[in-house]
């Protein structure tokens, strides 16, 4: 069983991920593939800003970073993979897509980082405008038409992450049937 799950900064996706790996790795043998550009960065010494502004003029990065991603996917048998652009790269038995607004995925962010609301909120609209300018430029995807593609998706504010899980899980089982 292959699960993708995309969403905007601050919706969850890699928390409801590790949520449902936790569920599933006892039924199953399964990854969880949550990979990010802070990852990448770790061994850079530069801030997620600089190299994502280093993507926006280079798109080879986006390409290197999501051909791996696509490489360690379908390497494996099952995965959940969580990512930006998940459910657009891989081939999945279920893509999920997760949204919140705004301020939900503000206070999120502002909680995790130390930020302030307001700064968090700028941070997003920022970040969210050049994500979608980036990925239209470099796979001429809008994902904003997640729906053209997600099976379900969830508005991550209405539930709690076991609430998302169990939503995905019975999409999951409504497949098998």
């Keep these: 069983m292959k699960i993708a799950i995309s969403g905007f900064t601050g919706t969850g996706k890699t928390s409801v991920a590790k949520k449902l790996y936790e569920h599933l790795k006892d039924e199953m043998e ?11 960065i770790e061994s850079l010494g530069i801030t997620l800003e600089e190299y994502e502004r280093k993507a926006e003029e280079d798109h080879s ?4 970073f999501d051909e791996k991603i696509r490489e360690m996917f379908s390497s494996q048998g099952n995965a959940i993979l969580a990512s ?3 459910i657009w790269l891989v081939e999945a038995d279920m893509k999920v ?30 970040r969210d405008a050049r994500n979608r300018k980036r990925y239209m430029e470099v796979y001429n ?4 038409k997640f729906y053209e593609l997600a099976d379900i998706s969830i508005n991550t504010a209405s539930f709690s992450i076991d609430e998302e899980v ?10 098998k049937d």
């Design 141 to 144: 995807i809008d994902i904003d």
């Design 30 to 40: 399964i990854e969880l593939l949550a990979p990010t550009f802070k990852d990448v």
């Design 61 to 64: 990065i986006d390409r290197k």
């Design 84 to 86: 930006w652009l998940a």
């Design 97 to 126: 897509f997760l949204h919140a607004p705004l301020e939900v995925r503000a206070q999120r962010m502002a909680e995790r980082e130390g930020l302030s609301m307001e700064e968090a909120i700028e941070y997003i609209e920022e």
């Design 166 to 175: 169990s939503l995905i899980l019975k999409a999951l089982n409504h497949r």
